[in-house]
């Protein structure tokens, strides 16, 4: 069975930094995309960041963009996002997502498998 397993939510002041990281059970996530998703208490799940099988290609939502970033080494199944200059409306759970496609992907339907997510709440 597939899983993924996110890690190091967690409680941070405003303008604070948190790295996610999200382990793979199977090697299969070496060839698709992998993605980042949160969702904010009374919200729709939204697009974070999106990374390409290769890990040379990447996309950010517009509200993260220059301070988040993805990566991922496939050598160890893993994909992390470093989050910097944290605030507030980035409380929410982070859902790590492995994609259908190889490309990066804001679109939830191209991603087939979803962690359990991982909490970050941020303080103001």
């Known amino acids: 069975q597939v899983q993924l397993v996110e890690s190091g939510g967690g409680l941070v002041q405003a303008g604070g930094s948190l790295r996610l990281s999200c382990a793979a059970s199977?090697?299969?996530?070496?060839?698709?995309?992998m993605g980042w998703f949160r969702q904010a208490p009374g919200k729709e799940r939204e697009f974070v960041a999106s990374?390409?099988?290769?890990?040379?290609?990447?996309i950010y939502a517009d509200s993260v963009k220059g301070r988040f970033t993805i990566a991922r080494v496939n050598a160890k199944n893993t994909v992390s996002l470093h989050m910097i200059s944290l605030k507030a409306e980035d409380t929410a759970i982070y859902y790590c997502?492995?994609?259908?496609?190889?490309?990066?992907?804001?679109?939830?339907?191209?991603?087939?498998?979803w962690g359990q997510g991982t909490q970050v709440t941020v303080s103001s």
């Open positions: 997502a492995g994609g259908r496609v190889s490309w990066p992907s804001p679109h939830r339907d191209n991603y087939g498998y």
């Open positions: 199977t090697t299969t996530f070496s060839a698709y995309a």
């Open positions: 990374i390409s099988w290769s890990g040379e290609s990447t």
